[in-house]
């Protein structure tokens, strides 16, 4: 799995034009390695400032306005590949064109 993280504050302050672009980009990435067979699913996620944290403490439940955790970086999207080794999962994060951080982590098939 690749999580990407980014700064949503430097996105924000980015032109409507280099938004464009950027995402133009991020397009014809996610298309070129979908033919490729390496993405299997992936979204974008809404804005931190939308997410609702439930933390568990105990038996008791607390519900919180905003992200998990505080950071500049957040993560603002995923993908699902399918990649023979982890080295081929590097390759693919390097190749991620948004910039940012991009996290690869193996997946636990629970079925």
């Known amino acids: 799995m690749l999580l990407f993280a980014g700064d949503q504050e ?42 609702t944290t439930v933390r568990h403490r105990g038996a008791e439940r607390e519900i919180s306005d905003g992200p998990f955790i505080e950071a500049k970086e957040q993560v603002g999207g995923f993908a699902i590949v399918e990649v023979a080794s982890l080295d081929e999962a590097l390759e693919l994060a390097k190749s991620w064109p948004a910039g940012g951080a991009v996290e690869v982590r193996p997946v636990v098939e629970m079925h």
């Open 10 to 51: 430097g996105y924000d302050a980015m032109t409507a034009a280099d938004q464009q672009a950027m995402l133009a980009q991020v397009g014809a990435w996610w298309e070129q390695n979908t033919a490729a067979g390496k993405l299997k699913s992936g979204d974008q996620l809404q804005p931190p400032r939308t997410a």
